[in-house]
Nanobody, 117 residues
Framework: QVQLVESGGGLVQPGGSLRLSCLFSGSDFSLYMLRWYRQGPGKQREYLAS???????HYADSVKGRFTISRENTKNTMYLQMNSLQPEDAAVYYC???????????WGQGTQVTVSS
């Protein structure tokens, strides 16, 4: 059974950086398409970025140029490098995995990011 565990969240000052990690277990990591989402207080869950089997990436306009998604297949881990963080980036950040467009999506439990001085 596939499981996802996020880590790396915390408190950061405006303008600062954080790197989130998503550890995958239970199947062949290299076969999965992976995404990051976030959900701020009182907001809907927001798509941030995707990374595919060939490590090609796609970003939402809201984070393009500030966030970088990556994956390390040898470690079964996906990352989200977040730079120039602002208070509006504060949210619970979730990772997501899906083997194919018709397969069941798997979500992690989330990691909290707080941006405040």
């Amino acid at each position: 059974q596939v499981q996802l565990v996020e880590s790396g969240g915390g408190l950061v000052q405006p303008g600062g950086s954080l790197r989130l990690s998503c550890l995958f277990s239970g199947s062949d990591f290299s076969l999965y398409m992976l995404r990051w989402y976030r959900q701020g207080p009182g907001k809907q869950r927001e798509y941030l970025a995707s990374i595919y089997h060939d490590s090609s990436a796609h970003y939402a306009d809201s984070v393009k140029g500030r966030f970088t998604i990556s994956r390390e297949n040898t470690k079964n881990t996906m990352y989200l490098q977040m730079n120039s963080l602002q208070p509006e980036d504060a949210a619970v950040y979730y990772c997501y995995a899906q083997r194919s467009a018709v397969a069941t999506a798997i979500w992690g439990q989330g990691t909290q990011v707080t941006v405040s001085s």
